[in-house]
């Protein structure tokens, strides 16, 4: 995956298990589109196209860097369709017309894919706003939000992101914890059982908005 200074390069945890997730469940995106936030090396992108996802959007910060390595990883699975899963470059709260290209005129996305992204406590509006342009507003559609507690003296901060999400008007369910064998940085400081847990949530529109 490469060296990047936005942690880019690490095959996230978050991004595994939901990953799995979809594996055991490919209903999830089957015959769906899909863009993923923040996406690192794609591996949840990657996975949703060879479940046979409708059109998959990838994307990360529009370095040159990340999304060749991005694009590399998507081009180099023979599993996947061609054309199934693009790779684009985004910025979290930027208008999201470009990705909202990929798919027909009016449409938006079935699911979203939010993996380890929450420990960018500053960014937690950027990326409620960004799912609120590209999720579409039927009782289906979902985004996936799994992650680690990397800073367990922090973990109210990842956490307050769910508070925001209610604050608009999203419904927020949590649907899956896993305890990984060992912490993905197992070098820093904290809780080891914090930072060895994996929990998975989902971001729906209320009924009344769909």
């Known amino acids: 995956v ?46 949703a196209g060879m479940l046979g996802a409708r059109k998959v959007v990838v994307t990360d910060f529009p370095d040159p860097d990340i999304l060749a390595y ?14 199934a899963v693009v790779a684009e470059g985004y910025v979290w709260g930027a208008e999201a ?19 380890d992204l929450l420990f960018r406590h500053s960014e937690h509006g950027r990326i409620l706003r960004s799912i609120e342009m590209t999720m579409k507003r039927a009782e289906g559609s979902r985004a996936f939000v799994v992650f680690t507690s990397y800073r367990p003296w922090l973990q109210h901060k990842d956490l307050n992101f769910f508070e925001l999400a209610r604050e608009r008007g999203f419904v927020v369910e949590k649907i899956l914890e896993k305890k ?16 060895k847990t994996v929990t998975g949530w989902t971001l729906a529109w209320p009924r009344e908005v769909c």
């Open 180 to 195: 990984m064998e060992r912490p993905m940085f197992e070098e820093d400081p904290g809780d080891e059982e914090v930072r």
């Open 2 to 47: 490469g060296h990047s200074p936005t942690e880019a390069h690490h095959l996230w945890n978050g991004s595994r298990v939901v990953a799995s997730h979809f594996e055991s469940a490919p209903h999830l995106v089957a015959g769906k589109t899909v863009l993923e936030l923040g996406a690192g090396a794609g591996l949840p992108s990657i996975v």
């Open 97 to 115: 017309g470009r990705v909202l290209g990929y798919l027909g005129e009016g449409e938006r996305f079935d699911v979203l894919v939010l993996a």
């Open 70 to 83: 991005l694009r590399g990883n998507v081009e180099g699975c023979e599993m996947v369709p061609p054309g």
